[in-house]
């Protein structure tokens, strides 16, 4: 043992020993534990047969999770409004206490228009849904369903090289991707902990799902208040969810057979009783220990960062603001992907909170000097030609907020928890480079037809 150990770090060693005890543990199972259509009575048996097979299994957990969603996005519109417009009454109160204290200009700018702003909208946007998803999600796991949803995705995963309980820590992220990544420690087995944690940024947080909806209609040239249009909208989000699963799978088996090769560990899970739920312990895990904590991390990197943009759109180089020598500088490459220079600065701008990206493109495209937003999809619609959209523009705007970097709660949340900064610069560069490819790909395709 000691040989072995001294060609493996300690990580690896450990994740040879878990995966050595779930193989075993299975040889086990298999030769001594027996199975009988008797034993197929109980009512816990006689649901599992029907969420578990391979008929119903995954319809049915389709259906939940878009339930899930559909109630999230319907559900936080109304409470978004209402906190939004009270933080932004507050922003209003601030300038007026900036004034009679006759302070300066450029410190109620980068304090009020800069911190407070990009703060009031990361809270605005990011509270509601998650104090949706986050108790939905956290009922499904106090009834026992989501080992059921493990136990039908295991078989995927497997395949792909990473473990079954991944399909938790992904659901998670729909949600938020930072809760993904902390939900990761139900994983024994640290490399496929890592997968999992690598991974976890393709599928889209609730922070990226306002940017996706907009550029949808968008493409579509939809209307705010046209259904028909608005249900298209919907069919292509749903497109690019399953889009960022699939790239899930695709970039875990890449991970599994390269700089994480090793052996998946058996998933080998008794599938616990279904249980009544208690909804103190729903509200204080999915508020206080998920809701809470996320949005704590989020706020503290919005804050500083909403300093810096407001200070780059608001120094000047010549006659030009450094935030409009950035853009310049980035937009042959950006071309290249199907995007410009300001899309791809508002999103690296963005990194911080990705509900903060747009506000960035509208404030970079008009010269306002600070953040702001448009409200009507036909403004945005009339803006964004103005300025050279494409249906292809749109197209990769939504891939590349789809596929690209975590958010910097995100970022900050994987090196704490892989006590990593090289992990936290992976996390960063894979995702990236996905999207800078697929942009890339779909931009030459698009050439080839048009």
């Known amino acids: 043992m000691s040989d072995y150990s001294h060609t ?3 990580d690896q060693f450990r994740d040879h020993i878990v995966t050595s005890l779930y193989k075993r543990a299975k040889e086990i199972e298999e030769a001594v534990v027996t199975y009988s259509k ?3 009575s109980t009512l816990d048996d006689k649901i599992d047969s029907i969420l578990t097979s391979r008929l119903f299994g995954f319809p049915i957990m389709l259906l939940i999770l878009a339930l899930i969603f559909w109630i999230t996005i319907v559900g936080a519109n109304f ?8 933080l932004f009454s507050l922003e209003d109160k601030l300038t007026e206490l900036f004034i009679n204290f006759n302070a300066p200009s450029r410190l109620h700018g980068i304090v009020v228009l800069g911190m407070y702003r990009t703060a009031a909208w990361v809270i605005s946007v990011m509270l509601p ?3 949706i ?7 499904l796991e106090d009834l026992g369903y989501l080992p059921r949803v493990a136990f039908n995705l295991d078989r ?3 395949k792909a090289g990473a473990h079954g309980k991944q399909a938790l820590t992904m659901a998670m992220g729909f949600g938020c991707n930072a809760a993904g990544v902390i939900s990761s420690r139900i994983i024994d087995s640290p490399r496929e902990r890592l997968i999992a944690i690598l991974t976890n940024n393709f599928v889209p947080c609730n922070g990226r799902f306002p940017t996706l909806i907009a550029i949808s209609m968008i493409l579509i040239g939809a209307s705010s208040d046209s259904l028909l249009n608005s249900l298209f909208a919907s069919g292509l989000v749903v497109l690019l969810i399953l889009l960022g699963i699939a790239m899930t799978f695709l970039i875990s088996f890449i991970a599994s057979k390269s700089f994480l090769k090793g052996t998946p560990s058996r998933f080998s899970l008794e599938l616990p009783p279904y249980r009544k739920p208690q909804i103190g312990k729903i509200i204080i895990r999915s508020i206080f220990d998920r809701t809470l904590f996320v949005l704590g991390r989020a706020v503290a990197v919005a804050l500083p960062a909403g300093a810096i943009t407001w200070l780059l759109a608001n120094i000047s180089i010549g006659n030009t603001t450094i935030l409009n020598h950035i853009a310049n500088f980035l937009d ?14 508002a999103f690296f701008l963005g990194l911080p909170a990705n509900e903060i990206v747009l506000p960035i493109i509208f404030m970079i495209y008009l010269s306002t000097g600070s953040m702001i937003e448009i409200d009507s999809i036909e403004e945005m619609r009339q803006l964004f030609l103005a300025k050279g959209w494409t249906h292809l523009t749109c197209l990769n705007v939504m891939l590349f907020s789809l596929l690209h970097f ?6 900050w949340t994987i090196k704490k928890e892989t006590q990593s900064v090289k992990w936290a610069l992976a996390s960063f560069i894979i995702p990236t480079l996905t999207a800078i490819l697929i942009c890339f790909i779909s931009t030459q395709i698009a050439s080839l037809f048009f």
């Open 38 to 40: 008797e034993n197929k």
């Open 406 to 411: 975590p958010c910097g709660t995100t970022l």
């Open 79 to 86: 409470p978004s409004k209402i906190l939004a417009d009270l």
């Open 332 to 345: 042959p490459f950006a071309l290249w992907i199907g995007l410009d220079g300001v899309i791809l600065l």
């Open 156 to 158: 995927i995963f497997k």
């Open 129 to 131: 849904p998650m104090a």
């Open 8 to 10: 493996l770090s300690a």
């Open 133 to 139: 998803f986050f108790p939905c999600f956290t009922l």
